[in-house]
């Protein structure tokens, strides 16, 4: 009898944190199964429907991505069309295209593929939208995006990338400790380091060659399109009691027009 090799309990643990390889390919055989259809294809695909047929489907799509988009997590494209679009796949393009138009005109949103390599889509907020009408992010209204806010801000004024040590400790001065349970946001290494993440505000890797492992912050797909940071260093200024242009290097990429038409007026001086 052949003795069977057992695995450590570390080896476990470490292997049920990685996504099996199994699942991985079936979302890439899901995804690869939706072909984008040429535009005769769409077009033949409409003239066997009604406009209300593909106006209705319109609709379901729209409310679909709503409904998703209350958690900030990304929308995958298999998933949309396995659930929702199914036997309309055909005109899937015509049927997103008026999607993003009704998120733009009616709720001034904008629908935006973050990852076009596995389709993922996210909302942000329009760059036409009134400022009566700011981004959540950018205006906190709630402690989560305060938090985050405060995070977005410590990676930016660091160069945009940031140890996690560093953003714990200044979390903890805070009184919001990252190994302690906080009585508004419960477990607050999982909110950020999960959450976040997942959201796509937040990148969270590990740094190669380190011993003991460590981890970085950087700013997220979703943040690099809705959080400004020119917002982002006047809230650090006003946190600092400081003028903002007091950090130069930040100032030049947090306003790079505002700084380029200075320096063309002071040329032709």
């Known amino acids: 009898m052949t003795e069977r090799k057992r695995l450590s309990n570390s080896q ?6 990685r996504p099996s390889s199994s699942f991985v390919a079936q979302e890439e055989d899901e995804d690869a199964m939706l072909t984008q259809p040429s535009t005769s294809q769409v077009q033949k695909g409409l003239e066997k429907l009604s406009p209300a047929q593909v106006d209705q489907k319109t609709a379901e799509v729209v409310q679909y991505i709503l409904v998703k988009d209350q958690k900030k997590v990304p929308i995958r494209r298999a998933d949309l069309v396995k659930n929702i679009v199914k036997d309309y796949r055909t005109v899937y393009p015509e049927i997103i295209k008026r999607a993003s138009r009704i998120f733009e005109q009616v709720f001034g949103l904008k629908l935006v593929e973050i990852d076009p390599k596995n389709h993922l889509y996210i909302l942000v907020n329009n760059l036409d939208t009134p400022p009566s009408n700011p981004s959540p992010v950018e205006h906190p209204s709630n402690p989560k995006t305060g938090l985050l806010f405060v995070i977005l801000g410590v ?3 660091k160069g945009g990338v940031v140890r996690d040590k560093l953003v714990w400790n200044i979390l903890k001065k805070l009184r919001v400790d990252s190994g302690l349970k906080h009585d ?3 477990d607050v290494r999982k909110l950020v380091t999960d959450e976040f993440v997942r959201q796509r505000y937040l ?3 590990r740094v190669a060659h380190t011993e003991p492992v460590e981890y970085e912050f950087r700013w ?3 943040a690099d399109m ?6 982002i260093l006047e809230f650090m200024a006003e946190l600092h009691d400081q003028d903002p242009r007091s950090w130069t290097q930040q100032y030049k990429e947090a306003n790079p027009t505002h700084t380029s038409s200075q320096a063309s007026s002071s040329s032709h001086r």
């Open 184 to 186: 508004e946001f419960g």
């Open 155 to 157: 990676i930016f004024m």
């Open 226 to 231: 809705e959080v400004s940071k020119a917002k």
């Open 203 to 205: 990148e969270y890797n």
């Open 12 to 17: 476990i643990s470490s292997q049920s944190k």
């Open 220 to 222: 997220g797909q979703r």
